[in-house]
């Protein structure tokens, strides 16, 4: 058996087998828990709606209280009331509004009605009636009342939702005497209103069970349940592999209610989403089974592979490399054992062709560096060449320009170090106005005002030429007239200004105030450019990262009357 059969095997006998018989246990105990938790749940419904159906009761049966209480109530039933007026009057006053009062708080109730013991009573037929219309089975079963308690009566006992009828005697001020009987009728609202409460609605079914008797529709298959619920003290629900039964006792009227539905029912939401579950954990499963397969399938081949070309290496058989991987995303340790593998094959080769190449890159690179240096040298040697033969020659200027420019040329192609002070920065930019004046003649006059040590201050290379060049691209070569540019240098207590400044065009308004915008804001917008081009913003940020702190490049014009350029360095104080 290969080693892919092997890892199948395996996967189907300690993985596949154990987990769909773990899950078909855990589902099985799953399903019991939660039936048994929906039964406990639906059992508290239904005490909770018993309690609430009491507190109904007490509501009602206090209409007894406030009737008994009443001293015209117990009057008008003793016949102290001599005359008729005097009875219709003591009921409209203060009888009736009682009657009131309790219909309107109580609308479940739809009649109160007194039966009056003393035959010599004023009647009101809606209210006081004698005690000859009582019904002899309801006065037989009030015999046995004791005083403060009451009966309930459900006027249809072979209905579920019967109406009801309360009775509780009236006595005398003394209770020596019984004087009436208080009659109240519930109407059918309130046995519904706790079927509502109790969670009654299809497909569940509630029936009452009153004395062997059942009252309701009851399925036949729970019919011994039934009974063994009634003589069970301990348990109040049952639950069996097709049904659910809850039980209470309804002591106020006797009875005992069961409510009934199938487990079926309860989870048939469920069992359709459980078998939509099952179905795609099968599916994933399969999938994952094929996905497992096909991965050890990659990995096997490839190791089978590995081996064949192993056994075939020998001395006169020295392929470079066993496959080529087709994917490059295939960096697991099986493509990275090939691929050490098959590094081990190249090495031979390796180490005679890389010898070889360094050998090649070095003269190269030797090549290389001696072509760089001659270029500058060359430039330098021959500027230095027409500068002695304009000498010889008696040529001042020509030889003035290429010592000039040669200075200027090694200063800018001079790679050794990016930091230079200030005086050398100042000298550059005198020979840079020193080769324009020779071109511009007339035109171009300058002056340089220094007046102290700038061989201290280390600064950037470059920040001062590219000003000087601004000056006479922008402020001589626009006009016609003689053009006059002025460097000085001021030193303070707190920083070192130099100024470049002509009076030349000048910049216009809207154009000065969008740069110095630019400038004060660090926008790098290409609108920049088109002002005075990239020099002015350079310097101002080489400026800014190498002094840091306040310093800057600041610039002032006047349109017709020239611009004032000025560098801003602060200057750093020892701590």
Known sequence: MNITRKITLGYIMLIFIPVMAFGYHYYMQIHGSLTKQYAEGRQKILEQAYANMKMDFTRIESIHRVLQYNSYVTDYLDGVYDTELENVYSFIRYIRPLYTQALFANPEIDSLLIYTK??????????????????????ESLSSLKPGSGLWVRVDPDSLHSELIYYQHLY??????????????????FIKKFFEAAGVKAPWEAFFLVEDEIVGNLPMQIHDNVFELVDSETDTFIIDRQNVINQLVLEELGVHVFITGKVDDVFHSLTRSEVIVIIILFLLLVGLSLAYYWLATSITKRILKLA????TLNEENLRQSIFKQKSSKKKDEIGFLIETYNSMLHRMDELINNVHRAELLNKEAAYKVLQAQIKPHFLYNTLETIRMLAETNNDKEVADISFWFGRLM?????????EVNLAQEIN??????????????????????????????????FIIQPLVENSIIHGVSTVIRPVNIRLAAKDSENEIRIF?????????????????????????????????????????????????????????SEFGKGTSLCIIIEKRREK
């Open 410 to 418: 090694r200063y800018s192609l001079s790679s050794e170090q990016d």
């Open 308 to 311: 064949r070309h192993m056994r």
């Open 172 to 189: 005398n001020t003394q209770f020596t005497e019984i004087i009436g009987l208080l009659e109240i009728r519930i109407n059918d609202t």
């Open 500 to 556: 470049v400044i002509d009076d030349g065009k000048g910049i216009p308004a809207d154009k000065l105030k969008m740069l110095q915008s630019l400038l004060m804001a660090g926008d790098r917008q290409s609108e920049a450019t088109t002002v005075t081009g990239v020099g002015l913003i350079n310097v101002h940020d080489r400026i800014k990262a190498f002094f840091g702190g306040a310093s800057r490049l600041e610039i002032d």
């Open 428 to 461: 550059m930019a005198k020979f840079y106005l020193q080769i324009h004046k020779t071109r511009l003649q007339a035109r171009l006059t300058y002056e340089i005002d220094i007046s102290m040590d700038l061989s201290s201050v280390i600064c950037p290379r």
């Open 118 to 139: 003393s035959e010599d009573i004023f009647t009101i037929t809606d209210h006081f009636v004698g005690w000859e219309f009582l019904d002899p089975e309801i006065e």
